[in-house]
């Protein structure tokens, strides 16, 4: 007899018994079941609400960084302390160029309660000056139309687009708003584009579906918060993104070092400048809900390990009921490694089947689950490869803990203790 034939002879007789023992045989899968499904349903939660709090950070936009102007606690350069320092648009240039670990920055311009009607409503709204670099930090994507161009920067077009309740507020349900006309300030601009509707729970300034954007330097001639803004270049803050995750902290410090060198502030106070880092924030909530992840795991963790300890005692149930015909074999020439292979397979086989069970219901329940629309903060039951293989082999290491005890003991019987155990 080959070694497959002899591992297929095994299999089967483990199968044979698992299915002569079918009531405690499921009531023991059941254990396992309802650990792996609750170790994958806890995991898949938590990562939903991060993976949801991430996609609601970049409503604001994909790891950016907002800073503003703030006022110096200390004296440096022979400037007294307590100056307030005001940004403008020769530092967006500055860091472009001295600050290698930053990848895009943009200043903001914006001016609020900018008197905006159209040929049926009016109302006042946060303008917005945007070129193409502060949109490609920003999150405001356009749903219909298009969005500002860097020809309409440079050549000044009197164009704009309008945030989602702005475009309720001034055309109501009309359907025909590109290219109509619309005052902002007096001054006639055609719309471009309608931003989408956005679910946001956090701003520096207000809602996106609340603004207006137009070319900045529209906003600078037409609608300026005030005269310094138009005549000296005072920006309202600073935005900019840096090269990767890794290089957030670099990129502050080279910011600090390169502002503090032009207005003249020591880049080691941390009041002269305010930031609001996207990064560190999602930081803090990706660290807040791995460690909900883990005390989550934790407890499905203890379910599966109940499960592995019912798969061991139904094990040694099976081995002393089974005592005698352990030491029949024995007497009739069987090895200690075929009855530790037997006891083995067929505790293993148990645990797999109900663990593969358990996998396969929690695919089924997370993909119904995740077919319907899903509340803002949780994006679904995310189940994938790498959840799956982390509990394969959860599962395949509980197979082994839980199967290995009751065939150890079975194949170190003693025959003639064993038969004499069953007479």
């Known amino acids: ?11 089967q007789q483990a199968i044979t018994e698992l299915w002569r023992h079918k009531l405690r045989s499921f009531l023991t899968m059941f254990g396992i079941s309802w650990g792996i499904i609750a170790l994958a349903l806890l995991t898949a939660s938590g990562e939903g609400f991060n993976q949801g709090q991430r996609e609601n950070m970049k409503q604001i936009g994909d790891a950016i960084v907002i800073m503003w102007g703030g006022r110096t606690a200390s004296q440096a350069g022979g400037q007294r302390a307590g100056r307030y320092i005001q940004l403008h648009r020769d530092n967006v240039q500055a860091i472009r160029e001295q600050c290698p670990a930053i ?16 040929d049926f409503n009016a109302g006042r709204f946060l303008t917005m000056g945007v070129d193409p670099e502060y949109l490609k930090i920003r999150t405001l994507p356009v749903s219909t139309g298009r969005n500002i161009r860097r020809n309409d920067v440079e050549q000044n ?37 309608l931003m989408g509707k956005k679910n946001q729970d956090s701003s520096y300034d207000g809602w996106d579906n609340d603004k207006i954007l137009i070319p900045s330097t529209c906003l600078i001639k037409d ?17 900019y993104k840096a090269k990767s995750d890794d290089l957030w902290e670099e990129a502050q410090k080279q910011v600090r070092r390169t502002l503090g060198n032009i ?21 803090t909530f990706e660290g807040m809900f791995q460690s909900i992840g883990i005390f989550l795991g934790a407890v499905a963790l203890l379910t599966l390990s109940l499960g592995g300890m019912s798969v061991m005692n139904t094990m040694f149930t099976t081995v002393a009921e089974r005592t005698g015909e352990i030491g029949l074999k024995k007497a009739l020439g069987a090895r200690q490694s075929r009855i530790l292979c037997e006891f083995f397979l067929e505790g293993f086989i148990l645990a797999a089947l109900s663990g593969g069970a358990g996998i396969l219901f929690a695919l089924g329940l997370a993909t119904f689950v995740n077919s319907f629309p899903m509340p803002n903060y949780f994006t679904g039951l995310p189940i994938d490869f790498f959840l799956v293989l982390r509990l394969t082999l959860i599962l395949g290491a509980v197979a082994i803990i839980a199967s290995m005890p009751p065939a150890w003991r079975a194949s170190r019987m003693d025959p003639v203790v064993a038969m004499n155990y069953e007479k």
């Open 103 to 118: 990848e895009t920055v943009a200043g903001e311009v914006k001016t609020w309660n900018v008197p905006a009607e159209s």
């Open 157 to 193: 077009n009197r164009v704009c687009v309008l945030g989602d309740s702005v475009k309720e507020q001034l055309f109501e349900n009309r359907t025909d708003i590109i290219g109509k006309n619309v005052r902002i300030n007096g001054f006639h601009y055609r719309v471009i584009g």
């Open 263 to 283: 207005h003249g502030f020591d880049p080691n106070d941390e009041t002269a400048l305010s930031f609001w880092d996207t990064i560190e924030n999602s930081s």
């Open 1 to 11: 007899m080959t070694y497959w034939s002899q591992i297929a002879g095994i299999f």
């Open 223 to 239: 609608c300026p918060q005030n005269h310094a803004m138009a005549s000296e270049g005072h920006l309202n803050l600073i935005v």
